[in-house]
């Protein structure tokens, strides 16, 4: 069992920047495969950015790559997100999320197991 926790969200003007984390409980947290993934109401959960367990390999949806970078810290158990170059569409709740399976780099919705609560970023113009 992982319970993940979001925070670093506010209000940010075009072109800023901001860093979310996300702290996990759980001493077997270098064994899941982590993402970001945002919504807007209305709209499906997206992609944002994963990292493989050991934080060597990353992979980006195309909407945010040059711009997000993901990071994570196994020995604080806590995953980031850099956020920069910040635009008003990536405004959203911005969530966690772990996965237990074998997939290095998961980018699917359900191939998540554990989730945050979400934080908010909005973005004004």
């Known amino acids: 069992q992982v319970q993940l926790v979001e925070s670093g969200g506010g209000l940010v003007q075009a072109g800023g920047s901001l860093r979310l984390s996300c702290a996990a409980s759980g001493r077997t947290f270098s064994l899941y495969a982590v993402g970001w993934f945002r919504q807007v109401p209305g709209k499906e959960r997206e992609f944002v950015a994963t990292s493989s367990r050991s934080g060597g390999s990353t992979y980006y949806a195309d909407s945010v790559k040059g711009r997000f970078t993901i990071s994570r810290d196994n020995a604080k158990n806590t995953v980031y997100l850099e956020m920069n170059s910040l635009k008003p569409e990536d405004t959203a709740a911005y969530y966690c999320?772990?996965?237990?399976?074998?997939?290095?780099?998961?980018?699917?919705?359900?191939?998540?197991?554990?989730w945050g609560q979400g934080t908010q970023v909005t973005v004004s113009s």
């Open positions: 999320a772990a996965a237990r399976g074998p997939w290095l780099l998961p980018t699917g919705r359900y191939d998540y197991d554990y």
